[in-house]
């Protein structure tokens, strides 16, 4: 007669043996998640420019931060330099994804950008000829962004958005607003895109500001919202300098719940007639 074998009871050799080996592996695993965390940060913090230009009456300042939790880090990113002809360009955005990936790709939208702008007829053609090349990359992500060009002799403003979210300004006069301008597909979605050209005068004293998603969106707050919340307090703080109001800013996304990364990109102007005076 066939009897049944009893199984022998794990003995506390071999739990220990067995424990010592998931406690191997997940050491492993926690050490190249940190590897990647401390790669696309180094990635982030290198492809960021350490300074952004300005202009008497005309101020910059950005600020970025990585979400709190995981490897959102390396999609956020702005940046800031003069054209040939003496304009400032500025731009923000956001490439989809928060990995190494991303921090990287995000480099190349950066660096594409800033080779463009020097021929770039306006804001749109630099969004139409970047689009167009990050398609011939052949890439699997893509990117928001908006772009902007400002004369500091006339102050005039000109924008041109892919997918981005709105900007948020204020004027001493008590206006306030969130911009409606009209915008093309992210970069990188399809070919041969249209990206409208908007055009504003910076004549008062104000400010203007460009932010990513992750400013005005997340568990605790619709982008609606958000983007409300930012208008309230850039009314509220125009006067404050560039880097003050940029702290400001980029503060209240706390609010938000802020599980991705934030951007922020303040342009602080003064009155052109009180500076002529």
Known sequence: MNRRRTPRSASAEDLL???QHLTARARREVELHQARVELAQALQ???LPTALPGFPGLRTAAR?????????????????????????????GDVQGHDVDAAAFMGQVRIAMRAIAGSAA??????????????????ALFATCSFLRLDP???EL???RAG????????????SGVTADAGGLPLGVEPHQHYPVTRRVLDA????????????????????????????????????DAEELADRVLHAAVFTGHEDDAAVLVLRHENTSARAG
């Open 153 to 155: 002799l006339t102050r």
């Open 158 to 160: 000109q924008s041109a």
């Open 164 to 175: 981005h979210v709105a900007a948020v300004w204020a004027t001493a006069d008590g206006r």
């Open 64 to 92: 970025y931060a990585p979400a709190r939790d995981g490897l959102d880090i390396g999609g956020d990113w702005y940046d800031g330099f003069l054209l040939p002809d003496g304009a400032l360009a500025l731009a923000i």
């Open 45 to 47: 913090r290198n492809m």
């Open 205 to 240: 004293e104000g400010a203007f500001v460009l932010l990513t998603d992750g400013v005005v969106e997340g568990p605790s707050m619709t982008i609606d919202d958000g983007l409300d919340r930012i208008r309230r307090l850039v009314s509220a703080h125009y006067r404050a």
């Open 122 to 139: 306006d804001p749109g053609d630099l969004m139409r000829r970047t689009n167009d090349l990050i398609i011939s990359m052949d890439s």
């Open 17 to 19: 043996s067995t424990l």
